[in-house]
């Protein structure tokens, strides 16, 4: 068993309460509002006191609608009504996630990729299980296909802590990364030779923006009876706080994850899947503006950032924005500091994404914000790289 390292990490929850909204790009959420038609439908179901228990599995009417976004965008099959279940409701892709620990991953491990999401962990380890990591190189950020493999060898059958799953996050939070069809189909083979579970979060499949378009690696031959998919409405519809999600797959793997799902949660918010209900698919233009509108918002912070000093990754996506920080600069925590005591901005450290030092002079920004406040903060970051000591470093020299 490989513990997570116990270095000094970020707390990102404890950063978004130390800077102001003005300047946060730190907690990864959507802080945009919420679609009128959506919210004038909550309100309707909920003066209907539409707003008792559900079924654990979510309302009939939800996963059919939900049915129908996965046959649309991601060009799989479901059968919302089918005996056992192929798609559950949950609270979140966080739900989603929990059910699957429980269900599978008690007692075994889960690989991921470095730098990779805290919560991929974190919930392993609260759970009974543990998690491996494998570093992605180079500047695509890409893993090495013979280190997998050797890894995947050495670690399936080891005790304790069997490597039961491969945890494969597209896009990538934090990096925002969109790996491509060969690098799925190069992860779908290993998971097959070793008979892996192939656990899917496409939380942000709706902000893919570059040349390699979002590909689920369930619909690649042979994943459709190992892979678990997991999403969310949180980022994509501005509910976070809602808690509605979603997991489907092969019946053999999904129905039993409604146990868990049942016993942790009961059931997710009755009203509020009701009104999303209603609303998800009745504008066929909604995920195209969204994609969209973040593009342009991703061109104005990269065309910011640039001459500030930032690397900024060429990540495909546009939800967060993935930079090594100005030359001269090495700890990113130490360069958060300074943002927000001199502008009132901050973002995540790499550090919170990684146990190895690799990711130290790395940022995650959150770009999910108003035009204005954006606009703001780029402003407010541009005079603090401006402040003398910061110019006499040499960190600015790229731009000013």
């Given at each position: 068993m490989k513990p997570m390292t116990t270095k000094s990490r970020p707390d990102i929850r404890a950063l978004t309460r130390l800077v102001p909204p003005s300047g946060n790009l730190v907690q990864g959420q959507s802080e945009l509002a919420i679609d009128p038609a959506l919210a004038a439908a909550a309100s309707h179901v909920i003066a209907l006191s539409q707003n008792h228990y559900g079924p654990a599995e979510g309302l009939s009417e939800l996963r059919r609608t939900v049915a129908k976004k996965i046959s649309a965008f991601n060009q799989i099959e479901i059968d919302p009504d089918g005996d056992p279940f192929q798609l559950l409701i949950t609270p979140g892709a966080t739900g989603a996630l929990i059910a699957i620990a429980q269900t599978y991953l008690r007692n075994a491990s889960a690989l991921v990729f470095e730098p990779y999401y805290p919560y991929h962990r974190h919930i392993l380890t609260e759970l009974g299980g543990t998690t491996e990591v494998l570093s992605?190189?180079?500047?695509?950020?890409?893993?090495?296909?013979?280190?997998?493999?050797?890894?995947?060898?050495?670690?399936?059958?080891?005790?304790?802590?069997?490597l039961r799953a491969i945890?494969?996050?597209?896009?990538?939070?934090?990096?925002g990364k969109v790996f491509s069809r060969s690098e799925l189909e190069a992860?779908?083979?290993?998971?097959?030779?070793?008979?892996?579970?192939?656990i899917a979060d496409e939380v942000y499949e709706h902000y893919v923006v570059g040349g390699d378009p979002h590909i689920s690696i369930a619909m690649l031959p042979g994943m459709w009876e190992r892979t678990i998919t997991v999403n969310s409405f949180?980022?994509?519809?501005?509910?976070?706080?809602?808690?509605?999600?979603?997991?489907y797959g092969d019946a053999q793997l999904v129905a039993p994850l409604n146990k868990a799902n049942n016993v942790f949660y009961v059931c997710s918010p009755t009203p509020l899947q009701r009104a999303l209900s209603e609303v998800l698919m009745t504008d066929p233009?909604?995920?195209?503006?969204?994609?969209?509108?973040?593009?342009?918002?991703?061109r104005f912070v990269v065309d910011a950032l640039e001459p500030m000093g930032f690397d900024i990754y060429d990540s495909g996506s546009a939800f967060y924005v993935w930079a090594r920080i100005p030359?001269?600069?090495?700890?990113?925590?130490?360069f958060n500091e300074m943002l927000m005591d001199r502008a009132g901005v901050a973002g995540v450290p790499g550090s919170a994404f990684a146990d190895s030092d690799d990711w130290n002079s790395y940022m995650r920004l959150c770009i999910a914000r108003e035009d204005a406040m954006l606009k703001g903060a780029m402003g407010r970051l541009q005079d603090a790289l401006m402040h003398p000591s910061v110019v006499d470093k040499g960190v600015t020299s790229q731009g000013t």
């Open positions: 992605l190189h180079g500047e695509k950020l890409e893993f090495n296909n013979d280190e997998l493999r050797d890894r995947c060898r050495k670690l399936k059958d080891r005790k304790p802590f069997p945890i494969m996050c597209t896009p990538v939070n934090p990096t992860l779908a083979a290993v998971c097959q030779e070793f008979d892996l579970l192939c949180s980022k994509s519809w501005n509910i976070s706080g809602w808690r509605l999600g979603y997991v233009r909604y995920y195209t503006n969204l994609r969209e509108s973040f593009a342009v918002k991703r030359v001269g600069f090495e700890d990113a925590m130490q």
